[in-house]
């Protein structure tokens, strides 16, 4: 069983900076990435970022490329989405994710909200 926990979401005004925070706990020693991916309302999830275990290989989405920088602790098993030059289109519910095998992820955490105003 896996754990995820999100936070750092918040109100920011746009063009401002926020960092995500996911804090893993569990059986995550074998995984094979972490990602983080966001829900605006009457929208579909949509995939932002992800980062593999090992060399830290890291993928962005075109909407977040050069905006968003994935890092993580592996200490801490925390994962962290820094997000930079926000716009109001980045308002959404954002939730990080753990995949266990090549086929996709396997837990989610709750997710935390993001808000960004004009």
């Known amino acids: 069983q896996v754990q995820l926990v999100e936070s750092g979401g918040g109100l920011v005004q746009a063009g401002g900076s926020l960092r995500l925070s996911c804090a893993a706990s569990g059986r995550t020693d074998s995984h094979y990435f972490m990602a983080w991916f966001r829900q605006a309302p009457g929208k579909e999830r949509e995939f932002l970022s992800s980062?593999?275990?090992?060399?830290?290989?890291?993928y962005y989405a075109d909407s977040v490329k050069g905006r968003f920088t994935i890092s993580r602790d592996n200490a801490k098993k925390t994962v962290y989405l820094q997000m930079n030059s926000l716009k109001p289109e980045d308002t959404a519910v954002y939730y990080c994710a753990i995949a266990l095998s090549p086929k996709g992820y396997d837990y989610w955490g709750q997710g935390t909200q993001v808000t960004v105003s004009s």
């Open positions: 980062i593999s275990r090992g060399v830290g290989s890291t």
